[in-house]
């Protein structure tokens, strides 16, 4: 089983995972978890990538830009962060 089966697979398994986002463009899965976690997965090789440590403030928004190439987060308690690939 694969890095992101593993993550995908867990969502039964108690992870806090709140929503996954993917764009076309990119060979990247985003998540973000309610424990303030936001994880990036390589497609093509499940290579995992912890963009934003947990904190305990709950991620509300995630997204992607046009191009496919920057990811920007917000949480529910004002913190917000932008990660370029």
């Known amino acids: 089983m694969g890095l992101l089966d593993g993550i995908l697979g ?3 398994g108690g992870l806090n995972l709140v929503i996954v986002v993917t764009w076309l463009i ?3 899965i985003a ?3 309610d424990d303030g976690a936001v994880k990036l997965v390589r497609v093509e090789d499940d290579a995992l990538i912890m963009a934003r440590e947990p904190d305990g403030q709950p991620v509300s928004a995630l997204g992607w830009d046009d191009a496919g190439q920057t ?3 917000g949480t529910e308690a004002g913190a917000a962060g932008i990660l370029a690939l």
Do not use: C
């Open 10 to 12: 867990g969502l039964v």
């Open 26 to 28: 990119t060979s990247f």
């Open 31 to 33: 998540t973000r978890q």
């Open 71 to 73: 990811l920007a987060f």
